[in-house]
């Protein structure tokens, strides 16, 4: 089955301790990407990599780091995380040109 | 600068009622695509569909269908004969020029009533 993986789904945790999120897909996509979703914000993008060891930033990156060393996993990092930066956090990945974008479950993180 | 603007936060309908959620964007691309998208209360987010500049032909999936209009840069969203399984927020989108960035709306959370 073609997905999109997250884990944690749930992330409770404290100020400064750092933290990864995984996001893995199974479609050979080229393109990923991270959102972070807050209330009558909408998503806002995080990062994106166009394909291995490419990555950009996106609108908020701010506070967060990646990696793609591998075409299937694209892990959102969170070295000192601070408590705007609890949020939903949601991975995504897409085929060539603009297609359509295939969202992972979400992860739902509080930084106490 | 590109922009999408959702300016209905929450609309309420009755079950059966028709509704329909606005999006307006702002671009300065010739050629661009729009997107919407379904977020219901298990948090997933599913993909409606997918619209290029090029093709203003409204479209119809079941009771769903979309108006473009490129004259007033708008690309609503219409639900017929609602249903409580509609109760959703829905996310317009628009890709930035060369694609690799993302914007999108504020949403629009619909409540259907039985």
């Known amino acids: 089955e073609a997905q999109v993986t997250q884990n944690p789904r749930y992330l409770i945790t404290v100020t400064g301790k750092k933290l990864t999120v995984t996001c893995s897909q199974n479609m050979n996509h080229e393109y990923m990407s991270w959102y972070r979703q807050d209330p009558g914000l909408g998503l806002r993008q995080i990062y994106y990599?166009?394909?291995?060891?490419?990555?950009d930033k996106g609108d908020v990156p701010e506070g967060y780091k990646v990696s793609r060393k591998e075409k299937r996993n694209f892990p959102l990092i969170l070295e000192s995380p601070s408590p705007n930066q609890t949020s939903l956090y949601f991975c995504?990945?897409?085929?060539?040109?603009?297609?359509?974008?295939?969202f992972g479950p979400g992860t739902r993180l509080l930084v106490l | 600068a590109q922009k999408v603007t959702q300016a209905q936060t929450e609309i309420s309908v009755v079950e059966k009622e028709d509704v329909t959620l606005d999006c307006v964007y702002e671009?300065?691309?010739?050629?661009?695509?729009l997107f919407w998208y379904k977020q219901p209360p298990s948090g997933e987010l599913v993909f409606l569909i997918r619209?290029?500049?090029?093709?203003?032909q409204n479209e119809i999936s079941g009771r769903y269908s979309w108006n473009f209009q490129k004259s007033t840069s708008s690309f609503n969203f219409t639900i017929t004969a609602s249903q409580v399984v509609d109760s959703a927020v829905y996310f317009c989108?628009?890709?930035?020029?060369?694609?690799?960035?993302?914007?999108f709306g504020a949403g629009t959370r619909l409540f259907v009533k039985a």
């Open positions: 619209r290029n500049s090029f093709d203003e």
């Open positions: 989108a628009l890709p930035q020029t060369g694609g690799f960035k993302t914007i």
């Open positions: 671009t300065r691309d010739t050629t661009y695509y």
């Open positions: 995504a990945s897409r085929g060539g040109g603009i297609g359509t974008q295939y």
């Open positions: 990599s166009m394909n291995v060891e490419v990555t």
